[in-house]
């Protein structure tokens, strides 16, 4: 169950109308890396776990945050819309400031939404909902929320550079802090499952049955040999059950494959037939 407040997290007021940064801001919402894929990829591993409460806790309660997060933005999108010349275009177009507005936004932050947020990025495209990642595992899963939240505070960060308003900043400033917790948080959570389970993902999976002779190999597959300076090359495995090897030249374990000819109900290209046809000749 979930209850609403009407007040929110944190203070979402623009000093002045900006709908061209309204489409930018639009990112941080609904992009891969936005609250939304945040928020339903934290709650849907919570619904979805069945181990250890005190992990479901945890992603109920982040993922609960970032629906707040969620209304901090499209409140703050909204009132950054408001004033967005929506009426006779032509006529607003010939003042070089509002030509440039009608340039820059989103229209349909005017056609679709009436100067409200929409779950989309800054450039239209739809949210979608295979941004989300719910595996079942937990190691797996929050290394991925890792991810999620250290690209999120990136496009926080930059869309902080893109603006000289000290309301949209007060407001990242607040965002950008919280995924520094988070960013901490996940790491906490991954160190606590790695002592328990190891690094490998999935660690219940039988060692015997994987082919153990290339599970530390490290393979130079391009030019140059810069990649043997790294911790990857040489030194014990970051899970301390092997040793990481460079091979300089990898070699190919199997033949070339040389697969069967098509049926003909597929009407394929069929290869010529030996000795070779010759092309017929044009004269």
Known sequence: MFYHVKELQYHAKPERPDPIYAKKLQEVLG????????????????????????????????????????????TMIA?????????????AAKDPVLGAILGGMNPQHAIVSGLGAMPVDSVGN??????????????????MNLTYESQGRLQA???????ND???????????????????????????????ENIVVPSTFPREL??????????????GEESSQGRWASGPSMDRMGQFTYVAEPYPFAKKPKLNPPPPYTHNTMLPKTPRHQPPSMY
Request: proline residues 2%; negative net charge.
């Open 79 to 91: 009132r950054l819309l408001d004033g967005a010349p929506v009426g006779d275009l032509e006529e």
């Open 166 to 196: 000290r309301g949209v900043k007060d407001m990242l400033s607040f965002l950008i802090a919280r995924d520094t917790m988070h960013q901490n948080m996940w790491k906490a959570a991954i160190a606590e499952l790695e002592a328990q």
């Open 210 to 223: 994987e082919k153990q002779e290339v599970s530390y190999a490290f393979f130079n597959l391009s030019r």
């Open 126 to 143: 739809p949210w979608t909902a295979s941004y989300i990642n719910a595996s079942g595992n937990l190691l797996a899963d929050f290394r």
């Open 157 to 163: 960060v930059r869309l902080y550079e893109m603006t």
């Open 31 to 74: 992009g891969q890396f936005g609250e939304i894929s945040v928020a339903l990829q934290y709650l849907f591993q919570g619904w979805s776990f069945r181990g250890d409460e005190k992990y479901r806790d945890l992603l109920m309660d982040t993922g609960t945050e970032e629906l707040a997060h969620i209304e901090m933005l499209s």
